[in-house]
């Protein structure tokens, strides 16, 4: 099958979603796929579209500061232009792994071309901070509506409206597709009701590279190490791990190890918070195989997020490699019934006191690496293609089915547009 994969986001920027699209890319074409890429890209200034090797790169309009998001519109030429490559590249499904514009724009082609659209939603569970939000929500409504060419719905979720906004527009992209993939059941169940009518498929990410075997963590005499990956931006908390880390350091006698990688809008503060202290590296941003080297030499990785995360890349590259996970959120516990170890609360201090327990018998890292390597099929390259498969001809056979004219049907708003 050739399938097109879509995002909004850089590629060659270091988050989750990312990560789930190399894999997932990986896996499908170990399987005989043929997969195509099409993705913002930082193209030198003049230059608007970029083809490659079975890749078609846009240039932004403008890149968001801070969340590195970049930002194109589904303008009229953009969906001519897909919907070219589309044809020319004889697609048979096209896939989303965003909602922002170019993905509204993929869509439009695909359904111009009568072919399957397929959603993987990788986060519903939108955060932010501050009292700005419900002052710019509206200006951020409008830049949206106007990027997507769609209008959003308007249910409520939280306290806090440019999170609402944010998954409405999630939700307006969701009502357009045959097929809608969650990565986790408690999103997908969040998903089905806030009203997607499509069929919501749980299917994990997955991890298919590797450029060694995974080896289960063993007694050793050398002190504890502990892995912190993710960005470094306030919904994943890297301070208030920070704050535990130095807690337990203190409460152990330095009994353990540290080290944190990614970058973000807090790494400067988290460099000044650990600053000088000996068993705490602070790495910044790193290539996947510098993490994959870092998880290897890891007792056990850790996830700090609360209520942000659907189910984090880091779950699935730390189990697939048999390391524990220490967790705070309990809704994060699929794919870690044998691997993970929920933190006795999610401040700093229930942090600090689950590394100290777990500092003091080592012995349950050594469970929690054995728990891993049962857990990890969950997340093989494997088992991730054997559930697209059925995604993919599923999404096919129902847009076969329907008469041409059935696309406008996905025009639609959803509920309380």
């Not at 190399?22 to 579209?49: D, I, K, N, Y």
Request: hydrophobic share 45%; glycine share 6%; with cysteine.
């Amino acid at each position: 099958m050739r399938i097109a994969l879509i995002s909004d986001f850089y590629l060659d920027y270091v988050g989750g979603a990312q990560s789930s699209i190399h894999e997932q890319q990986a896996a499908l074409e170990a399987a005989g796929h043929t997969v195509f890429l099409v993705s913002c890209a930082r193209l030198p200034r003049g230059m608007s579209l970029r083809a490659g090797d079975r890749s078609l790169q846009v240039r932004p309009t403008y890149t968001v500061p801070g969340v590195i998001l970049p930002v194109v519109g589904a303008s009229t030429a953009l969906i001519r232009t897909l919907r070219h490559y589309f044809e020319n590249n004889d697609i048979d499904v096209v896939h989303l792994q965003t909602e922002f514009g170019l993905a509204h724009a993929a869509t439009s082609a695909a359904e111009q071309l009568g072919l399957p659209i397929v959603h993987t939603v990788h986060t519903f569970y939108w955060q932010s901070a501050g009292w700005w939000q419900s002052v710019i929500t509206p200006a951020l409504r409008f830049g949206l509506q106007n990027v997507t060419q769609r209008k959003f719905p308007r249910q409520s979720f939280t306290t806090r409206p440019s999170d609402n906004l944010l998954r409405n527009l999630t939700l307006s992209m969701a009502w357009r597709v045959d097929t809608v993939v969650s990565p986790s059941a408690h999103q997908a169940a969040d998903l089905v009701a806030a009203g997607v009518d499509a069929p919501v498929v749980v299917v994990p990410n997955p991890i298919a590279r590797s450029s060694r075997a995974p080896q289960p963590l063993t007694t050793t005499t050398a002190l504890p190490r502990l892995l912190w990956v993710a960005r470094c931006e306030p919904e994943k908390r890297p301070l208030v791990f920070a704050e535990a880390v130095l807690q337990a350091l203190s409460e152990t006698h330095n009994g353990f190890e540290v080290d944190f990688v990614g970058d973000g809008t807090e790494l400067a503060a988290l460099r000044t918070l650990t600053a000088g202290h000996p068993h705490i590296r602070v790495h910044g941003g790193l290539d996947h195989e510098a993490v994959i080297d870092l998880i290897d030499a890891s007792s056990a990785v850790v996830l700090t997020s609360i209520g942000f995360d659907n189910q984090p890349m880091t779950i699935a590259e730390a189990v697939s490699r048999f390391r524990g996970v220490i967790y705070c959120d309990p809704k994060l516990s699929e794919g870690l019934q044998n691997a993970g170890e929920l933190t006795r609360a999610a401040d700093a201090t229930g942090l600090a006191s689950t590394i100290v327990s777990l500092v003091n018998a080592p012995e349950r890292l050594i469970a929690m690496s054995e728990g891993a390597k049962h857990d990890s099929a969950v997340f093989s390259g494997e088992t991730y293609v054997k559930r697209m498969d059925e995604v993919y001809f599923d999404a096919l056979a129902r847009v076969r089915s329907k008469p041409r004219a059935a696309a406008s049907a996905r025009l639609r708003l959803p509920p309380h547009a």
